[in-house]
């Protein structure tokens, strides 16, 4: 009687964990298309547009080129020309499309491998600062480096490396300093099929850490892969993505940078990486719909997945947030660009980016 009750509990705990898991991976999910406004391909981004970030007067700097630990899993899918880079593509002219930016000082730049990138615009001296996560590959270490843009030159200058014990699992950040931000960790394991086994096991190993005054440290842990990190307009909260638990967390940032959980935003789908509109304080977000051809895609580049953008508002500016407006503003099956993991607002148009495919733009008229 008694491995009776034991077989039913254990079988119990095994169809609850395959019913979330089949739920997570989206399998019951339609995917269809949904334009806000004219859309088309931009191009000069061939390889991935993972990360997107936008100045106050409309500068996207875009990552391009991440060959991370799960990405081309078959080495012979790899594109032979495959380079990580960073790009501009300016909301003001949107007809020059994307333009890669040239890097200037000591960089080592054939082992540079974007992922998560932020810009910092110091608002008393205008220096504008580019932050990006490298995997570098060489080493196959993660690290942060941190470059000067010149706007005169239209390009960026390196000032630092830097690497810290706790920056295991890099996948994005968020400057809130010349030289502070906060960083997530996606997952604990870096190997490949241990970090496929921690995703499927849908455990919560994700940190958040910060960076502060040349030392790191985990500032928040307890996350189903931490991934897109931002921060209110007034920096007083601090969002980071949830995608295989489809939420977002609120922090409220303390004086000391630390932080307190005040809210969990619930969105539904696999979001990837979290633009803060500077204006307005909404939440633009780049999602993956269905998750298992999100997978089925970064091992054959060539099987499409779905790509959606969803835009939070929020009516009030403190949080807990009580009113919030959750719609989607773009949904693609993957026939013009393939997993979204990004996406950029400013004056009424928007670009949406991908890990590995291309960059769509497009102007907003409704939604």
Same mark, same amino acid.
């Given at each position: 009687?008694?491995?009776?009750?034991? /077989?039913?509990? !254990?079988?119990?705990?095994?169809? $609850?964990?395959?019913? @979330?898991?089949?739920?997570? %991976?989206?399998?019951? *999910? +339609?995917?269809?298309?949904?334009?806000?406004?004219?859309?088309?391909?931009?191009?000069?981004?061939?390889?991935?547009?993972?990360?997107?970030?936008?100045?106050?007067?409309?500068?996207?700097?875009?990552?391009?080129?991440?060959?991370?630990k799960n990405y081309y899993s078959d080495p012979r899918l790899v594109p032979p020309f495959l380079e990580g880079k960073i790009s501009l593509?300016?909301?003001?002219?949107?007809?020059?499309?994307?333009?890669?930016?040239?890097?200037?000082?000591?960089?080592?730049?054939?082992?540079?491998?974007?992922?998560?990138?932020?810009?910092?615009?110091?608002?008393?001296?205008?220096?504008?600062? /580019?932050?990006? !996560?490298?995997?570098?590959?060489? $080493?196959?270490?993660? @690290?942060?480096?941190?470059? %000067?843009?010149?706007? *005169? +030159?239209?390009?960026?200058?390196?000032?630092?490396?830097?690497?810290?014990?706790?920056?295991?699992?890099?996948?994005?950040?968020?400057?809130?300093?010349?030289?502070?931000?906060?960083?997530?960790?996606?997952?604990?394991?870096?190997?490949?099929?241990?970090?496929?086994?921690?995703?499927?096991?849908?455990?919560?190993?994700?940190?958040?850490?910060?960076?502060?005054?040349?030392?790191?440290?985990?500032?928040?842990?307890?996350?189903?892969?931490?991934?897109?990190?931002?921060?209110?307009?007034?920096?007083?909260?601090?969002?980071?993505?949830?995608?295989?638990?489809?939420?977002?967390?609120?922090?409220?940032?303390?004086?000391?940078?630390?932080?307190?959980?005040?809210?969990?935003?619930?969105?539904?789908?696999?979001?990837?990486?979290?633009?803060?509109?500077?204006?307005?304080?909404?939440?633009?977000?780049?999602?993956?719909?269905?998750?298992?051809?999100?997978?089925?895609h970064t091992k054959n580049v060539t099987n499409p997945a779905g790509s959606q953008v969803l835009r939070v508002h929020f009516e009030?500016?403190?949080?807990?947030?009580?009113?919030?407006?959750?719609?989607?503003?773009?949904?693609?099956?993957?026939?013009?660009?393939?997993?979204?993991?990004?996406?950029?607002?400013?004056?009424?148009?928007?670009?949406?980016?991908?890990?590995?495919?291309?960059?769509?733009?497009?102007?907003?008229?409704?939604?």
């Amino acid at each position: 009687m008694l491995r009776r009750l034991v /077989l039913y509990v !254990v079988l119990a705990v095994a169809l $609850t964990h395959i019913s @979330r898991l089949v739920l997570v %991976l989206g399998y019951f *999910k +339609t995917i269809h298309n949904h334009r806000p406004g004219p859309c088309r391909v931009v191009d000069g981004i061939a390889v991935g547009s993972e990360d997107i970030t936008v100045s106050g007067d409309g500068l996207a700097f875009i990552s391009s080129g991440l060959r991370g630990k799960n990405y081309y899993s078959d080495p012979r899918l790899v594109p032979p020309f495959l380079e990580g880079k960073i790009s501009l593509f300016d909301f003001n002219h949107p007809e020059n499309n994307a333009v890669e930016l040239p890097v200037k000082g000591n960089f080592d730049r054939e082992n540079f491998y974007p992922h998560g990138i932020s810009l910092y615009e110091d608002p008393k001296t205008g220096e504008r600062r /580019l932050f990006a !996560v490298n995997h570098h590959l060489a $080493t196959d270490e993660d @690290r942060v480096e941190i470059f %000067l843009f010149d706007d *005169k +030159t239209r390009s960026l200058n390196h000032l630092k490396t830097v690497t810290g014990k706790n920056m295991y699992s890099l996948n994005d950040l968020v400057a809130i300093g010349p030289e502070t931000f906060y960083f997530s960790n996606d997952q604990y394991y870096v190997k490949n099929w241990l970090r496929e086994l921690e995703v499927l096991s849908l455990v919560s190993w994700g940190t958040v850490g910060l960076y502060s005054n040349g030392e790191d440290r985990i500032v928040a842990s307890g996350f189903r892969n931490s991934n897109g990190v931002n921060v209110s307009p007034d920096g007083r909260y601090l969002y980071v993505a949830q995608p295989t638990a489809g939420s977002i967390v609120v922090f409220e940032i303390k004086e000391d940078h630390s932080l307190e959980k005040i809210q969990t935003i619930l969105v539904h789908t696999g979001v990837d990486n979290i633009e803060v509109d500077k204006k307005t304080g909404d939440l633009w977000l780049g999602c993956h719909p269905s998750f298992h051809l999100w997978v089925d895609h970064t091992k054959n580049v060539t099987n499409p997945a779905g790509s959606q953008v969803l835009r939070v508002h929020f009516e009030s500016k403190s949080a807990p947030y009580e009113k919030v407006d959750i719609r989607q503003v773009f949904m693609d099956d993957g026939n013009m660009v393939s997993g979204a993991s990004s996406a950029s607002y400013y004056d009424n148009k928007l670009l949406v980016g991908t890990v590995i495919h291309k960059m769509a733009y497009c102007e907003i008229k409704a939604f």
